[in-house]
C-alpha cells in the first residue's frame, strides 16, 4: 500500500468524521430512515439502530424518530420555525443522557439554531431552501440508482445555492460541500474529491470546532 493511497485513505475518513456535526440527521442516523429510490424511507442497519439504543434508551430512540419525519416534513414544506423548535426541545433530552458538550447533543443545537437563522431569511429565500430540501429526496434517489454523475450534479445545486443564501460558513452549505466530495470520489474523480476534502477539513475544523 503506497504511502500516497494512505494519504487519500486519511483524508476520506478525516472528511467523513467531521461530518458528523454537519446536521441532525447523524445525530439520529441510527434511528432515522433515508430517503429511498421511490421516495419511501428506509430504515437504518439494525445493528446501528440496536447500540444507539442501548446507548440513549429505547424510548427516546422512538421519540427521536419521530421526530425525524416531523422535521423532514417541516423543513420541506419551509416552516423552519416550528421545526427549529421541536429540534430545540430534543437538545435538554438528548443532553440529559450524553452531556451537554456530547458532539452529537452539540449537532442537534446547531441544527436548531440553524432552523433559527433561516426564519430570519426573506420568504423568497426561505421557499428556495424548502426546494431544496425536496431536490435531496431527488440527489439520493440517483445516488441509490448508481447515477451517481446525476447526484453530482443536484449536489452542485444544492451547495451553490446554500452558499449564496445561507453563506459558505453554515452547516448546512459544509455538509453541501462534504457530500459532493463524496460523491465524485464515487464517479473515480478522486484528485477532485482530494482536493475539495483537503480544502474542507480545516474550514469544518474552524466553524465546528
Known amino acids: 500500500m503506497t504511502t500516497g493511497f494512505l ?28 430517503p429511498g429510490t421511490d421516495g419511501t424511507l428506509v430504515a437504518p442497519p439494525a445493528g446501528l439502530a440496536k447500540s444507539w439504543q442501548t446507548l ?51 449537532a442537534l443545537r446547531v441544527k436548531a439554531d440553524g432552523f433559527r437563522r ?18 435531496e429526496v431527488l440527489l439520493f434517489r440517483y445516488n441509490q440508482a448508481g447515477r451517481s454523475d446525476l447526484a453530482v450534479r443536484e449536489c452542485e445545486v444544492l451547495w451553490e445555492t446554500r452558499k449564496r443564501i445561507l453563506g459558505p460558513d453554515h452547516p448546512d452549505t459544509l455538509k453541501a460541500r462534504h457530500e459532493l466530495a463524496g460523491l465524485l470520489l464515487r464517479t473515480g474523480a478522486r484528485d477532485e474529491a482530494m482536493t475539495l476534502f483537503r480544502d474542507l477539513l480545516p474550514d469544518k475544523i474552524r466553524v465546528l470546532g
Do not use: M, N
Not at 483524508?11 to 430512515?33: D, H, R, T, Y
Not at 423543513?75 to 440529559?96: D, I, N, T, W
Not at 433561516?118 to 431536490?135: G, I
Open 7 to 34: 494519504r487519500w485513505k486519511c483524508l476520506v475518513i478525516a472528511g467523513a468524521v467531521c461530518a458528523g456535526f454537519l446536521q441532525v440527521a447523524v445525530v439520529l442516523s441510527a434511528v432515522e430512515p433515508s
Open 118 to 135: 433561516c426564519v430570519s431569511l426573506p420568504t423568497e429565500q426561505q421557499q428556495e431552501l424548502a426546494q431544496l430540501k425536496r431536490r
Open 56 to 106: 440513549v434508551g429505547e424510548d427516546l430512540v422512538s421519540r427521536l424518530r419521530r421526530l425525524s419525519r416531523e422535521v423532514l416534513e417541516l423543513e420541506s414544506r419551509g416552516e423552519f420555525a416550528a421545526a427549529g423548535e421541536k429540534v430545540a426541545q430534543y437538545v435538554p433530552l438528548l443532553s440529559a443522557k450524553l452531556g451537554p458538550d456530547h458532539w452529537q447533543t452539540v
